[in-house]
């Protein structure tokens, strides 16, 4: 079971994520069905990824990026992760990435 305070904190750190997306997608937010059916919306809602929010001690990116994977709606899934006291990371599919990025595959 989840504490309150890091709940509180994976909620803040969604917040801020959605905050710092909207100079590039300005319908991002905070997904609202999170507190009611968990899986119905990504964590950060209003861009053109399946995005999958995690902030703490130690995050198994692998297991949030599976999350994220069985979640998405045909978006690109995609893990914004955040350990205490360090950069935050996005990891996504190499495949999704090149095409991304031009690449071809």
Do not use: N
Request: charged share 30%; glycine share 12%.
């Amino acid at each position: 079971m989840i504490g309150r305070s890091s709940r509180r904190k994976g909620h803040d750190y969604e917040r801020a994520l959605a905050t710092l997306m909207r100079s590039v997608w300005p319908e991002a937010r905070r997904g609202i069905g999170q507190a009611r059916a968990g899986g119905d919306v990504p964590d950060v809602d209003g861009t053109p990824f399946w995005i999958e929010a995690k902030r703490g001690k130690r995050i198994s990116i692998r297991a949030a990026y599976e999350q994220a994977v069985e979640a998405a709606d045909g978006r690109v899934p995609v893990v914004v992760s955040r350990e205490d006291r360090s950069p935050a990371l996005v990891t996504m599919g190499l495949e999704d990435w090149l095409e991304l990025v031009g690449g071809s595959r």
